[in-house]
C-alpha cells in the first residue's frame, strides 16, 4: 500500500485552488462539494490543503515548491510524481463514501471502477447508515459488551441478513432488527483449504469467511498478502500450536462466532 486512504473534514476549511480552465473547476466543484472554501491565494496562513491545477510545467512545479515549504499537502491535477495526496472517485452515498484510488497513476481506471460500482452500491445505503447512527445508544443497551455488539452488527449485515445492504429497504428493517430477542452467539471452526497462494484466488465464500473471522490459524507457508484480507482486528496465530493435528496443505483454520 503506497498511500494511506483518509476522509478529511474540510468543513468550513480554506483550500488553496491556483489555476482556471477545465482542470481546476473540477477541482473547485469537489472541494466545494466537501463544504471547503475555495481560495486562489496562495499567501493566505490558514489554509488546510493546497491543489495546483496549472497548465504550464515549470509555473506547476515552483507553485509545488512554495506550497510545500510551508508545510502544506499538495495535489498536483496530472503530475502525480508532485503530489503529497491524490483526490479518488467517489461513490457518494451521503453519509457513506466510497472512494478509489490508483495512486496517481491512472484516474481512467479509477473513474471506470466507480462508473462500474456505482450500478452495484445501493442508493439507499445512506440512509440505513443514519439509521444506525441514530439507533447507536439502544444497540449499546441490548449489546453491553463491544465484541458482542459489532458481531451483532456483522450479522445482521452479512448476505441474506436483516440488513443486508443489498436487500431493498434495508433501513426499513433496523427496528424490526432490534426488536429480535438476544441470542448468544455460538463460535464455529471452519478450514479453508486455498487453491494457491494468490488472493486472487480466494471463493467468494473464503473472502467473506476472512473477514468475519475472530481468530486465524495459518500455516507458516500461507502469504502475509492473503492474510490481509482478513479483519484487521482478527487475532492471528500460527495453526502448528493447534492442539489437533493440522490439515495437510496451503491451510487457513479460522475461528468466528455465528
Known sequence: MNQLPIFVNL?????????????????????ERAGAKVVDDENISDAALAVVAL???????????????????VNAVDRSAL???????????DPVLIAIGT???????????????EQLVPANLGQLARRLSAARDRIKQIWPNGPDRRKAIDA??????P???????????????????????KSEVVDMLLASADPDDLTIGQARL????????????????????????AERF??????????VGLTLRIRMKI
Do not use: H
Open 11 to 31: 468543513r468550513g476549511r480554506k483550500v488553496i485552488l491556483l489555476g482556471t480552465g477545465e482542470m481546476a473547476d473540477a477541482k473547485r466543484r469537489l472541494y
Open 163 to 185: 440488513l443486508d445492504i443489498f436487500f431493498d429497504r434495508a433501513e426499513s428493517n433496523v427496528d424490526r432488527w432490534l426488536a429480535m430477542p438476544f441470542v448468544e452467539n
Open 103 to 117: 495512486g496517481g497513476t491512472s484516474a481512467g481506471l479509477a473513474k471506470a471502477l466507480r462508473q462500474r460500482l
Open 210 to 233: 476472512l473477514g468475519q473471522a475472530d481468530q486465524i490459524y495459518a500455516n507458516d507457508d500461507v502469504p502475509s498478502v492473503l492474510l490481509d484480507r482478513a479483519r484487521a482486528d
Open 156 to 161: 445482521a449485515l452479512d448476505p441474506a441478513g
Open 55 to 73: 497548465e504550464d510545467d515549470a509555473e506547476a512545479g515552483a507553485a509545488v515548491n512554495r506550497l510545500k515549504a510551508r508545510g502544506l499537502l
Open 83 to 93: 503530489c503529497d495526496y491524490t483526490t479518488p472517485a467517489i461513490i457518494d452515498r
Open 238 to 247: 500460527s495453526l502448528s500450536i493447534w492442539d489437533e493435528r493440522p490439515p
